[in-house]
């Protein structure tokens, strides 16, 4: 379970991942192997193409993040269509 925290304020990478992909399930991690180093190979690969914000972003803007992450996950239908 990955979570990104700033200050009091978290954000699973699941939920990151569907906001700054705008649909559920697109990002690499976690992945499925045999191997369990790919989770981290994963991991690594969506902080390098999709986490800039977190990486090297504003604070307003990663808690700009949160927000709209919150309220995706939110409006997110529960069972699969």
């Known amino acids: 379970m990955v979570t990104y925290h700033l200050g009091s304020e ?3 990478h699941e939920e990151y991942m569907y906001s700054v992909l705008g649909k559920p399930d697109l990002s690499n991690f976690p992945g499925f192997s045999i191997d369990p180093l ?21 604070n307003d803007i990663f808690l700009r993040r ?7 996950w939110a409006s997110k239908p529960k069972l699969p269509l």
Request: glycine share 4%; proline share 0%.
């Open 66 to 72: 949160i927000e709209d992450a919150r309220a995706r």
């Open 38 to 58: 790919d989770a981290f190979r994963h991991l690594r690969d969506d902080l390098r193409n999709y986490c800039n914000e977190f990486l090297e972003g504003t």
């Open 10 to 12: 978290s954000i699973s």
